[in-house]
C-alpha cells in the first residue's frame, strides 16, 4: 500500500512516516500527486495556517477523494476536514465532515497533553480492538460535528472526539503514531481496511 503524509510545512511528519512503514506502507512525504492508497493530513500546527496552505487545493483534493483515494487526518490534520475552524482566526477547513472546531473549554490547563481513554461507538473495522484502551493526546482545540463520533476521550470530564470516519475518510484527534500498542493497533486496521 502506498501513502502519501503531506508536507504542509508542519512537524511529525517522520513519525508518522515511520509508524505507517513500520506496518508495510510505502510512504513518501511530499505535496499532493495520484496514484496513492492513503493521503495522510498530519497534525501539528494551527487551523489557519494549515487552511491557508490547503485552500488552493481543495479542488484537487476534492477530486481525489471522490476518486476513491482514502483519507487520514491526524489531530491538526483531523480538524481541517471539518468546516471551520477558529483557531488563528476564523478559517474555513474542507468541509468533509460537518461541524466546528473550537477551543476545548475545561478548568485545567491547556494544550491538553497525556493519555486519555477511547471509548469506541462506530466506525468497528478501523477501531477494532481499541475500546477503552490508552492513546496519546496534544492539543487544545476538539471538533464540534454536527453528528455523533464513533469514538470518544474525556478531558476534565468534557467529552472529546476522539475518531470519525466518514465513507473514505478517517480522522483521529490522538496521535496513532504516539499511542504505543494501540496505535499499532490502529494502523493495522487501517491497513486492512484500505484493503477491503
Same mark, same amino acid.
Given at each position: 500500500?502506498?501513502?502519501?503524509?503531506?508536507?504542509?510545512?508542519?512537524?511529525?511528519?517522520?513519525?508518522?512516516?515511520?509508524?505507517?512503514?513500520?506496518?508495510?506502507?510505502?510512504?513518501?512525504?511530499?505535496?499532493?500527486?495520484?496514484?496513492?492508497?492513503?493521503?495522510?493530513?498530519? #497534525?501539528?500546527?494551527? !487551523?489557519?495556517?494549515?487552511?491557508?496552505?490547503?485552500?488552493?487545493?481543495?479542488?484537487?483534493?476534492?477530486?481525489?477523494?471522490?476518486?476513491?483515494?482514502?483519507?487520514?487526518?491526524?489531530?491538526?490534520?483531523?480538524?481541517?476536514? !471539518?468546516?471551520?475552524?477558529?483557531?488563528?482566526?476564523?478559517?474555513?477547513?474542507?468541509?468533509?465532515?460537518?461541524?466546528?472546531?473550537?477551543?476545548?473549554?475545561? /478548568?485545567?490547563?491547556?494544550?491538553?497533553?497525556?493519555?486519555? /481513554?477511547?471509548?469506541?461507538? #462506530?466506525?468497528?473495522?478501523?477501531?477494532?480492538?481499541?475500546?477503552?484502551?490508552?492513546?496519546?493526546?496534544?492539543?487544545?482545540?476538539?471538533? !464540534?460535528?454536527?453528528?455523533?463520533?464513533?469514538?470518544?476521550?474525556?478531558?476534565?470530564?468534557?467529552?472529546?472526539?476522539?475518531?470519525?470516519?466518514?465513507?473514505?475518510?478517517?480522522?483521529?484527534?490522538?496521535?496513532?503514531? /504516539?499511542?504505543?500498542?494501540?496505535? /499499532?493497533?490502529?494502523?493495522?486496521?487501517?491497513?486492512?481496511?484500505?484493503?477491503?
Amino acid at each position: 500500500m502506498k501513502a502519501l503524509v503531506l508536507n504542509y510545512g508542519v512537524g511529525n511528519l517522520f513519525s508518522i512516516s515511520s509508524a505507517l512503514r513500520r506496518i508495510g506502507f510505502d510512504v513518501t512525504i511530499g505535496d499532493l500527486l495520484k496514484g496513492y492508497d492513503l493521503i495522510v493530513m498530519p #497534525g501539528v500546527g494551527s !487551523f489557519s495556517a494549515v487552511s491557508s496552505f490547503l485552500s488552493s487545493r481543495k479542488d484537487y483534493l476534492e477530486d481525489l477523494r471522490r476518486s476513491g483515494t482514502s483519507f487520514l487526518g491526524v489531530c491538526l490534520g483531523f480538524q481541517v476536514l !471539518f468546516d471551520v475552524g477558529t483557531e488563528g482566526g476564523t478559517s474555513q477547513g474542507l468541509g468533509w465532515i460537518k461541524g466546528k472546531v473550537d477551543l476545548l473549554r475545561v /478548568k485545567d490547563k491547556l494544550p491538553h497533553i497525556g493519555w486519555e /481513554k477511547v471509548k469506541v461507538d #462506530g466506525c468497528y473495522d478501523i477501531l477494532e480492538g481499541l475500546d477503552g484502551n490508552y492513546v496519546y493526546y496534544v492539543h487544545s482545540y476538539v471538533a !464540534f460535528p454536527d453528528r455523533e463520533p464513533d469514538a470518544v476521550s474525556f478531558y476534565s470530564g468534557v467529552k472529546y472526539p476522539a475518531v470519525m470516519c466518514e465513507r473514505n475518510i478517517v480522522g483521529t484527534q490522538f496521535h496513532p503514531e /504516539k499511542s504505543s500498542n494501540t496505535g /499499532k493497533k490502529f494502523f493495522s486496521n487501517l491497513n486492512r481496511w484500505l484493503k477491503r
